[in-house]
């Protein structure tokens, strides 16, 4: 597996969660990344990407609550997602996926990680 998310669970609205995502091997390193989510019933979302660069974009709904970030260790590219303010709605499975810079769609896809916001 080249992609490994980690880090989500049950957190009561308003409260925060930290979303990782290994991608294991050098290639990653030359790779945008993002973080989509799928509720139940409804469509897969992107989130936020980041690119090579840091270049960061976020869907309307999570701006200013979401924070995507990326770190380089060895082989290994560590993906984040800093959530904050959680609601209800942000309720779904978070998956990571990376693509080639000059590629429009994501190729590469992590297992999710389930992310559940209730009181």
């Known amino acids: 597996v080249q992609l490994q998310a980690s880090g989500g669970g049950l957190v009561q609205p308003g409260g925060s969660l930290r979303l990782s995502c290994a991608a294991s091997g050098s290639i990653f390193s030359g790779k945008a990344m993002a973080w989509y989510r799928q509720a139940p019933g409804k469509q897969r979302e992107l989130v936020a990407s980041i690119t090579t660069t840091s270049t960061t974009n976020y869907a309307d709904s999570v701006k200013g609550r979401f924070t995507i970030s990326r770190d380089i260790a060895k082989n290994t590219v560590y993906l984040y997602l800093q959530m904050n303010s959680l609601k209800p709605e942000d309720t779904a499975v978070y998956s990571c996926?990376?693509?080639?810079?000059?590629?429009?769609?994501?190729?590469?896809w992590g297992q999710g990680t389930q992310v559940t916001v209730s009181s």
């Open positions: 996926a990376a693509r080639a810079p000059w590629k429009a769609a994501y190729d590469s």
